[in-house]
């Protein structure tokens, strides 16, 4: 099969490698109809993550069509549409059952998820199907499930939105934008997105964003506190991952606030003295999809929740390195690959 590989920074290359097979009786085999490229896949792409001795497989947001099953996968049969949270679990655990499935005790990652087939491992308990296969237009909004939008998702809950409260999202790419769209989902009045890019200023604003603030830093801390009766968000959103973005997300945050963090640490020194003078709580780190799996897919199919703006570029498989250098150098906030 074809599979993006990653073999230095900035050098992706499709490649033919042996398609998956059935390892443990726990694993299924999809045919991936949707793939894309991830904010997280540009860590490694730049070289900000260590990489392995050898060239390896990269993407963990897929959707697609089940080819096999594992002997002990139940409630799925060969042909069912599933999307694929990007971190597996057995969802039934004791972490599993506390509602934490990221941190699962049996747990795996879609690894290669940018190819044309694609390994679940613990499939009965990651994978979440839809009553029939979808029409081809749903693809997008359906593939974010896998990722951006649980992610998002998760920043909100764990940031403590409620109806009614100010919210600042700070980051401007997919899962940021799904962050927008979460606190809106989730009934806050005031919703402030941090962005300097016009095109993902609109999208904001399409997904709910009530202002935007283009500052940063001191600057950006004060537009948000004029935004807020002076005293800043009830909850932020920290969706980079980088020392900067979780600065400007505490300067956001008033006295009490919740800060969820989602995005991937690079060098993140926290303000301990200013969360322990302000109160200010923090939250967060890698989404437990499947939890937020069913309530986002009844959204999703009901018309109710449509995340699918995130995508403003499409690639065939073959233009995988195309779409990694658009993301890269901020020409698309998030690009569909199709196999």
């Known amino acids: 099969m074809r599979v993006a590989t990653l073999h230095a ?118 994978m979440v199907r839809t009553p029939e296969v979808p029409d081809d237009a749903l693809l997008p909004a359906l593939l974010t499930l896998s990722d951006v939008m649980a992610t998002g998702w998760h920043a909100a809950v764990s940031a403590g939105v409620t109806a009614g409260s100010s919210v600042v999202v700070v980051g401007d790419g997919a899962v940021g934008l799904c962050g927008v769209l979460a606190a809106r989902e989730m009934g806050a009045e005031t919703i402030i997105a941090m962005s300097r890019h016009e095109s993902r200023q609109a999208v904001a604003r399409t997904f709910g964003a009530t202002h935007v603030v283009a500052e940063r830093g001191k600057e950006g801390s004060a537009a948000v506190r004029e935004l807020t009766d002076g005293i800043g968000a009830d909850a932020v959103l920290e969706c980079v991952g980088t020392d900067g973005s979780m600065k400007d997300a505490f300067g956001a945050a008033r006295p009490g606030a919740g800060v969820g963090f989602v995005g991937v640490p690079h060098g993140v020194t926290l303000p301990v003295r200013t969360m322990f003078g302000k109160n200010i709580g923090l939250a967060g780190g890698m989404a437990p999809v499947r939890k937020y799996l069913p309530d986002l897919l009844e959204r999703t199919l009901a018309g109710r929740l449509d995340p699918s703006p995130v995508f403003d570029l499409t690639l065939p498989l073959d233009e995988v390195a195309e779409g990694y250098r658009a993301m890269d150098e901020r020409r698309a906030i998030k690009v569909l690959l199709q196999p």
């Open 9 to 126: 920074p900035r050098d992706i290359r499709l490649e033919d490698r042996p398609a998956p097979t059935i390892q443990e009786p726990t694993d299924a085999i999809v045919r991936v109809t949707a793939a894309c490229i991830c904010g997280s896949d540009l860590w490694p792409y730049r070289g900000e993550n260590d990489l392995p001795d050898e060239p390896q497989p990269i993407g963990h947001e897929a959707v697609g069509i089940i080819e096999e099953l594992g002997s002990e996968v139940t409630g799925f049969t060969v042909g069912d549409f599933v999307v694929i949270p990007f971190c597996h679990s057995d969802n039934t655990c004791a972490v599993c059952r506390k509602g934490m499935q990221a941190g699962c005790l049996n747990g795996g990652m879609t690894t290669g998820g940018q190819a044309e087939h694609v390994r679940v491992t613990q499939a009965a308990g990651s």
